[in-house]
């Protein structure tokens, strides 16, 4: 086994030429989401085909990472991974739609492991230690640190040896069906990149009035425009902490050049002058809009919504007890405690029950209906 660094576009056709005739391929990805650099950017490409580890760099100028596209795509050939979320949406949001996923960690929770990093569950499966991990570390930095070579390829290098131990593990071919089914769902994913930068959350409205978060919107909006094209994170132009600061206290801004944690190539009079301008812009713009001063953005339920909020919360716990509870006990004795939290979870009880259930997997709804012939339950209510 070696591990080949990939930089240029001679050596990645001679590697897609080679992986194209493979059945199967073990991948995972290293990337930034704005902690070392604006954005969510792809880093590096670890690929393995049971005999080679190939690490892609993607940020050498002399290699073009789409080549590897139509390989990633093809459905005939299986990709390997582990935890793969992340990885699916950046591949996505640079235009790649991988198919034929299988992630090891939907197996591991299906055969009733319990929710683990790769590190762990390689440790507790296979009786092998990965060693300290290098996942924090910066991975835009070049020449990679041979710390950092060696943890990129260890998080492929056992994903092959860790499905053959999980699906040996098996009893039946029943939970491998969950498996795929699972996993297939992974091919009718799409992301439409909308939230690849979301900023502005809604928990950051406690505490503001309306016109105070017509305001802190804008100056986010500031921040963020400065970060990207600056290709800085948006914490390390300013913080939010010092935003809420100036809310409170819009002289505060006098001091600019002298505030602490402030981009230095914006701590200075001329962005002082932009953010007062903008403040004294946005104010007016609250004003003409007719937003308070003083209601908060955060807005509590009314009586009327308190009380259906408490009649969906009466409904989702009587089906607990009354119907998902027993169900879920039996999955439990059969097939273990891990698996009956996977499949019916809070959240996925509280869709089903409130109607949610449009994309519930035939094998959930299966096995609903086989507990509650069993236990003399009905499933009509809970289930369209």
């Known amino acids: 086994m070696s591990i080949r660094y990939i930089d240029k576009d001679e050596e990645l056709s001679s590697v897609v030429r080679h992986l194209e005739s493979t059945d199967q391929i073990a991948i995972d990805l290293e990337f930034d989401r704005n902690r070392y650099r604006y954005g969510f950017n792809l880093c590096l490409i670890q690929l393995f085909d049971g005999e080679d580890c190939h690490l892609i760099d993607p940020l050498s100028d002399e290699i073009q990472t789409e080549m590897l596209f139509p390989v990633l795509e093809n459905s005939g050939i299986e990709k390997v991974a582990f935890a793969f979320q992340e990885d699916h949406r950046l591949l996505h949001y640079i235009g790649c739609r991988p198919k034929n996923i299988f992630d090891l960690r939907i197996a591991s929770q299906l055969l009733n492991h319990p ?109 963020e425009e400065i970060a990207e094209s600056s290709n800085r994170p948006s914490y390390q132009i300013f913080s939010k902490k010092l935003i809420y600061k100036i809310i409170e206290d819009p002289s505060s801004v006098q001091n600019w050049t002298e505030q602490k944690g402030v981009f230095r190539r914006i701590k200075n009079r001329h962005y002082q002058n932009k953010i007062q301008k903008l403040i004294k812009q946005v104010l007016k713009e609250a004003e003409n809009l007719g937003l308070s001063p003083s209601a908060p953005a955060r807005k509590s339920p009314t009586s009327e919504e308190m009380n259906q909020i408490n009649l969906r919360k009466q409904k989702i716990q009587r089906a607990k007890n009354e119907f998902f509870g027993p169900i879920k006990e039996k999955i439990s004795e059969d097939y273990g405690n891990e698996v009956s939290t996977y499949l019916f979870s809070n959240r996925t009880i509280s869709e089903i029950v409130m109607g949610n259930n449009g994309s519930l997997e035939k094998y959930k709804r299966d096995l609903l209906n086989r507990y509650a012939s069993e236990l003399n339950l009905n499933p009509e209510h809970y289930l369209s």
């Open 115 to 223: 929710p683990a990093s790769l590190t762990n569950i390689v440790e507790d499966v296979l009786d092998v230690h990965m060693g300290k991990s290098s996942q924090d570390s910066n991975w835009f930095k070049r020449p990679l640190k041979q710390n950092q070579i060696q943890y990129a390829a260890k998080d492929v290098l056992h994903l092959f040896d860790l499905k053959e131990s999980l699906l040996n593990s098996m009893n039946g071919s029943e939970i491998m069906k969950w498996i795929r089914e699972e996993n297939g769902a992974w091919d009718q994913i799409q992301y439409d990149g909308s939230d690849i930068n979301n900023y502005i959350k809604e928990k950051d409205k406690r505490g503001l009035s309306e016109t105070e978060w017509h305001v802190f919107k804008a100056l986010m909006t500031f921040r």
